[in-house]
């Protein structure tokens, strides 16, 4: 789903912000009302459904939005969502979505079949979504996003009347309904976009407060840049009566000790992280509020291959070597990951990696010396890229310390604000860059699928029409052990020519206030705020 958040002197604004976002507050600034108060990471880049590309803007747009189905809060299984049920075809490759015939937006007008159209015409607009290719599965879709067909109405969605939709998919694809649980499928509404620009402008202005139409449990109120972004309860939300949160306040929090200050003063009931230092203390201090618990993600790093010395996967394999993952996990991330030989998490679906990178420092010294720079002579400037986060520095600085220890080479760090970094990672502006995917379903295909050519979530510059192939044969094979087969290969190719460099699996790491009811613990730590409420 997407990239984990998050120079300097914005970074002690956000801090700044961090520590006295209440100090000018009463001592119960919220009156009566139930306002869920929880730390988010970074400022988010986008909250338009179609643009947005990170775990910030997903914890937000999940209040927003729905689609057509909805994850069970406790077991994330597909339920109703805007659709109220739907049926599958024999052939498992035609579903018919009934949409609700109380849904509506959160301006009163109904949410149609239609709008579901136009948003998955939006979102497979040449260009537009970086996550365009997750609707594949859909019946020349793929087509349509490339380009080679101009024709929609040739797409496998139609709307049968307004609230009957139709979906055709090329092949049976087994987690096609939890695949709508990502918000690239969610609906957009057209007349609010068309008001206030293109539909297909990535810089229209409908998603800002007083002209956002959105249909999901809350609606935005308010956003103060860089300190926090309110939501409220939406009263012509379907199912507006289960809606125990009257307010939701989310706020930057890149500072991770300055987050759990506020936490323990009660000023917040959900940090973003825990500071790795603190884990272990907390765990032992405060069991029944820190939540670490396992996450279908994998935390890596990216190598631009289009630049010197990059290109090379030599180099490439010799950085890979000489990282040492357990130290890393041990005595700097500290919360229980797990280091990462391979890119899919274990047991995801029942899939484990057959592949694994193996080697040492010496196969990394020789690699080196055959790539032209002995004992790292010569070795050209190059720096990593990391966006504000106490983390991923302190995870920079332990492998800049492996490289030049074990290498004799000499990198930079580059911290970005979460914005630009994404716009640097995007133009290929870097060398090595930090990155996180979680997964956006259960499935090995969603971490696998990121790296073909077509994906706006590859930014490696790697393509090759071979893996390219291999992802499209495993789209259209319906038997689980031989899709699993395919996907062993291009996970193979992944790994063979070190396009990432892959370190641990991540764990969930948060403090839950046990004033909140209504959240549970999952593998995509996916939390559904209408089904949330606060106690005293």
Known sequence: ?????????????????????????????????????????????????????????????????????????????????????????????????????????????????????????????PGLSEYAYMLYPVK????????????????????????????????????????????????????TIEKYGDWNDRNNTWTQPGKIVSNG?????????NKKLVVERNPNYWNASIVKLDEIHFYPTTDLSSEEREFRTGKLHFTYEIPAHKVQKLVEENPEETRITPYLGTYFYRFNVTKKPMNDVRVRKALALTVDRESLVKNVTRANQVPAYSFVPPDTAGYTSENRLDGNIDDAKKLLAEAGYPEGKGFPKV??????????????????????????????????????????????????????????????????????SYSGNNRTGWKNKEYDALIGKASITGDQKERYSILQQAEKMLIDNMIVLPLYT???????????????????????????????
């Open 1 to 125: 789903m997407m990239k984990r958040n998050v120079n300097r002197m914005l970074s002690a604004l956000l801090i700044i912000s961090g520590l006295t976002f209440f100090s000018c507050t009463k001592s119960n600034p919220d009156g009566d009302k139930k306002v869920y108060h929880a730390g988010n990471g970074a400022e988010p880049a986008s909250i338009d459904p179609h643009i947005a590309t990170g775990v910030p803007e997903h914890h937000i747009m999940v209040a927003l939005f729905e689609g057509l189905s909805s994850p069970e809060p406790k077991t994330l299984a597909p339920s109703p969502g805007a659709a109220e049920r739907w049926d599958i075809s024999d052939d498992l490759k035609t579903y018919t979505f009934y949409l609700r015939k109380d849904g509506k937006w959160s301006d009163g007008t109904p949410v149609t079949a239609q709008d579901f159209v136009f948003s998955w015409m939006r979102s497979l607009a």
């Open 217 to 225: 449990p809350f609606k935005l109120k308010a956003h103060e840049l």
């Open 506 to 536: 991540y764990t969930v790491k948060h403090m839950v206030s046990k004033k909140l009811t209504g959240y549970h613990d999952n593998i995509l730590d996916t939390h559904m705020y209408q089904y949330m409420d606060l106690k005293e």
């Open 383 to 452: 720096d990593i890229l990391f966006n504000t986060h106490d983390l991923h520095k302190d995870v920079a600085v332990a492998i800049q310390q492996m490289w030049k220890k074990n290498l004799g080479i000499d990198v930079g760090l580059n911290n970005q604000e979460w914005k630009v970094y994404l716009d640097t990672e995007k133009k290929l502006n870097y060398n090595v860059s930090r990155a996180g995917w979680i997964g956006d379903y259960n499935d090995p295909n969603t971490f696998l699928d990121m790296f073909t």
């Open 140 to 191: 020349n879709a793929e087509e349509f996003n490339l380009g080679k067909l101009k024709d929609f109405s040739k797409v496998g969605i139609q709307a049968k009347d307004d609230h009957t939709l139709v979906v055709t998919l090329k092949a049976a694809t087994p987690y096609f309904l939890t695949l709508l649980h990502h918000y690239s499928t969610w609906p957009v509404p057209k007349a």
